[in-house]
T-cell receptor, first 113, second 109 residues
């Protein structure tokens, strides 16, 4: 158990809908990272927040947005969902800005029908 | 654009048969090279961070090395519980993480 929690575990929704994924980092970690993992694309870095501020953006679509709250938990919002958005979404946390290890959560499996 | 490739795509070993996994990277300004292990349906688990060419790190049966263009993960006398997908990832000075596609390792008893 990495200490990172993600909810929900599974999510099934229809195309065009909007969903919110939630992540609670390990106690004391200030950084939260979001990743998307699909069979054809592998693990793709989406976005990094450090202590409430956005630090880096990867391959995140404009339909997706994220934020980190004062209690350090983070939410990833996915809107206008398409079939191709079906994937495992992981969040990870680290104490600093990622030069060391990242601790990954168990993931949220999103299925868009 | 930063790129990370891994080979082989899949590897089957007998228990005790040592081997190496390769990670090739093209990154302008490498800040760190990371190795992770991922079991099916679970989040990746951190193994190593390497920062500069020539650096080596070891953990149990695993040893990671780094050159200016590649990293190797050497597995000595593997056991069935080492079966997993091994991912490498690079981080550049722009804070961007790029993961490779992974090597699926199966160790047969």
């Amino acid at each position: 158990d990495s200490g990172v929690t993600q909810t929900p575990k599974h999510l099934i929704t229809a195309t065009g809908q909007r969903v919110t994924l939630r992540c609670s980092p390990r106690s004391g970690d200030l950084s939260v990272y979001w990743y998307q993992q699909s069979l054809d694309q592998g693990l793709q870095f989406l976005i990094h927040y450090y202590n409430g501020e956005e630090r880096a953006k990867g391959n995140i679509l404009e339909r997706f947005s994220a934020q980190q709250f004062p209690d350090l938990h983070s939410e990833l919002n996915l809107s206008s969902l398409e079939l191709g958005d079906s994937a495992l979404y992981f969040c990870a946390s680290s104490p600093g800005t990622g030069l060391g290890e990242q601790y990954f959560g168990p993931g949220t499996r999103l299925t868009v029908t | 654009e930063d790129q990370v490739t891994q080979s082989p795509e899949a590897l089957r070993l007998q228990e005790g048969e040592s081997s190496s996994l390769n990670c090739s990277y093209t990154v302008s300004g490498l800040r760190g090279l990371f190795w992770y292990r991922q079991d099916p349906g679970k989040g990746p688990e951190f193994l190593f961070t390497l920062y500069s060419a020539g650096e080596e790190k070891e953990k149990e049966r695993l040893k990671a090395t780094l050159t200016k263009k590649e990293s190797f993960l050497h597995i000595t006398a593997p056991k069935p519980e080492d079966s997993a997908t091994y991912l490498c990832a690079s981080k550049d000075y722009g804070q961007n993480f790029v993961f490779g596609p992974g090597t699926r390792l199966s160790v047969l008893p």
